[in-house]
């Protein structure tokens, strides 16, 4: 409101010849700042996905941990590389469906 505001303050006091280029300059404003809030909720969408991501990773570990406490683990098991068990719950965390589930809801639309 701000912006069409100030055009309209503008518009009555230029020169009927420089008020081509006076709504020139106010488009090019608007979508320089449409560009900038654009590029900043990509920011923000990547980084909330990263935290979306690591969340449903961090669960499934939970979930994972609960159950093997649930159970009687004898302390004759083999050991478990404990590495490579978190790194296959993050890759079978199901981050990636639901990722691509919630992500549509949240990108904006581009028109084109």
Do not use: C
Request: hydrophobic fraction near 40%; charged fraction near 35%; avoid cysteine.
């Amino acid at each position: 409101i701000a912006e069409i505001n100030r055009i309209n303050q503008m518009l009555p006091i230029n020169v009927p010849s420089t008020k081509a280029d006076t709504i020139r300059w106010w488009i090019m404003r608007v979508i320089d700042r449409m560009e900038h809030f654009k590029a900043e909720h990509y920011r923000l969408l990547k980084e909330d996905m990263t935290q979306l991501e690591l969340a449903v990773w961090k669960a499934k570990l939970d979930e994972k941990e609960d159950a093997d406490s649930n159970q009687k683990v004898q302390a004759k098991r083999a050991k478990i590389d404990v590495e490579s068990a978190r790194k296959e719950r993050r890759i079978t965390s199901g981050a990636d469906i639901i990722i691509r589930n919630v992500l549509p809801f949240l990108q904006l639309f581009d028109g084109e």
